[in-house]
C-alpha cells in the first residue's frame, strides 16, 4: 500500500501464475462445444412413449427402454423416429439406454387439441399411410372427424386410406359417395368380412409405416388385432417393459406386422382433430378435390362469400360432394372467427 498526502492508494499487486493462467475454482472447467460423436450408438425405432421413457426396438427384435440424452436439448421424441442409442441394449430388466440423436423425419402426421389450441402435438413420425377408421354404424359416420384427419394426411404429405368398418349394420355407399372423388383406397370390414378387410389392408400396408386413426368404438384395435394377430400380446410385453398402464387406448403404439417389414402405429381414440397448425391457404390445398376448384376464384376470395366463390358451381358440376364443401367452410368459419 502506497500513502500519498495522508490517503491510501491501493498498489497493484504483483500478477502471480494464477492470475495469468485463470484461478481455478468451482465451474472453471472449460465447456467444450464438441459433443460426443457416439459412433457406436445403436440404430432404432421408438415404438412407444410413456411418461418419460421410450420404448425402443433394435434390429434384432430387442426392446430397449431408453431417457433422452441431454445433448438432444428441446429436441423432441415421439412414436415412429429412427433413433440412435448406446447402452445396455440387451433389453434386460434393469437394463437403460440413452437416446442420443433423432434421424431426419420423413413425414411428421400433426393434430392440436381444438382448433383454437396453439400447441401442436405430432401424432407420429415418418408414417407412409394413415388410415382414417370410420363406422358406418354405432356409432355414426363422422364425416367432419374424417375430413379434418385427410386434411392433416394431405398436410404431412400421407397417402390417406378409408376404413369402414360395421358394413354389416349399415350402408357403406353414403360414405363413400362423399369421398368418391378423392380416388382415396376404401376398405369395408364387418363381422363377416373382416379377414377380407384385413388382408385388403395387409397387402396396402406392406413394407410402409401405417398409422390408424379414429373415434372411440369405431373398431380400430379390433382391425388391428386382426392386420397383427399376436397385436394384443405385443402390447403387453410391451406394457411391462416400459412402464404400467401403458395400452393401445391411452397411448400410440408402433408393432411390426408380422413376415412383412412394415409398421402399424395403433393409436388412441379421438374425440376431436384440431387443425390450428394450419392457415386458411395451407387448408384449402389439403382438400384437393376442392382445391382445384379455387382456381376461378378472385384472388382475395375467402371460400364463404357464396356470390363470389366459385366452389359452389364447382360442386354443382360433380366434382366434388357438397358435403365436403360445407365441412370446409366450418373450418374456415373457425379461423376467421
Excluded at 420404448?55 to 434384432?60: E, I, P, R
Excluded at 382456381?295 to 358435403?323: F, N, Q, S, Y
Amino acid at each position: 500500500m502506497d500513502r500519498d498526502g495522508g490517503g491510501c492508494r491501493l498498489s497493484r499487486a504483483r500478477a502471480d501464475d494464477e492470475d495469468r493462467l485463470g484461478r481455478a475454482g468451482r465451474g472453471s472447467r472449460p465447456r467444450s462445444r464438441l459433443r460426443p460423436r457416439h459412433d457406436d450408438a445403436t440404430p432404432a425405432r421408438v415404438v412407444t412413449v410413456d411418461r418419460g421413457r421410450y420404448g425402443c426396438l433394435v434390429a434384432d427384435g430387442t426392446l430397449a427402454v431408453a431417457m433422452r440424452a441431454r445433448e438432444l436439448g428441446r429436441r423432441s421424441v415421439v412414436v415412429g423416429d429412427e433413433v440412435a442409442v448406446v447402452g445396455d441394449v440387451s433389453g434386460g430388466p434393469d437394463g437403460l439406454v440413452r437416446i442420443v440423436r433423432v434421424q431426419e423425419r420423413r413425414s411428421v402426421l400433426r393434430r392440436t387439441a381444438d382448433d383454437d389450441d396453439p400447441h401442436e402435438r405430432i401424432v407420429v413420425a415418418n408414417a407412409d399411410q394413415l388410415v382414417v377408421v370410420c363406422s358406418v354404424a354405432t356409432p355414426e359416420p363422422q364425416p367432419r372427424l374424417v375430413d379434418r384427419c385427410l386434411a392433416a394426411a394431405y398436410d404431412a404429405g400421407v397417402d390417406p386410406v378409408l376404413c369402414l368398418t360395421k358394413v354389416d349394420l349399415g350402408p357403406a355407399e353414403p360414405v363413400r359417395a362423399i369421398y368418391r372423388p378423392l380416388d382415396v383406397p376404401v376398405v369395408e370390414s364387418g363381422a363377416e368380412s373382416r379377414d377380407a378387410a384385413a388382408a385388403a389392408l395387409r397387402e396396402l400396408m406392406s413394407g410402409r409405416v401405417t398409422v390408424f386413426v379414429g373415434s372411440s368404438g369405431v373398431g380400430k384395435s379390433t382391425l388391428v388385432n386382426a392386420v397383427v394377430p399376436d397385436a394384443t400380446q405385443r402390447v403387453n410385453v410391451i406394457s411391462a417393459t416400459t412402464g404400467k398402464g401403458l395400452h393401445t387406448t391411452t397411448a400410440a403404439i408402433a408393432l411390426a406386422l408380422p413376415d412383412d417389414d412394415g409398421w402399424v402405429v395403433d393409436t388412441p381414440g379421438v374425440r376431436s382433430f384440431g387443425l390450428a397448425h394450419l392457415d386458411a391457404a395451407r387448408l384449402v390445398t389439403c382438400f384437393p378435390d376442392l382445391a382445384l376448384g379455387t382456381a376461378e376464384c378472385p384472388t382475395d376470395c375467402d371460400h364463404l362469400d357464396r356470390d363470389v366463390c366459385t366452389l359452389d358451381e364447382w360442386v354443382a358440376a360433380g366434382h366434388a360432394h357438397p358435403e365436403r364443401l360445407d365441412s370446409l367452410r366450418r373450418l374456415l368459419v373457425a379461423r376467421a372467427s
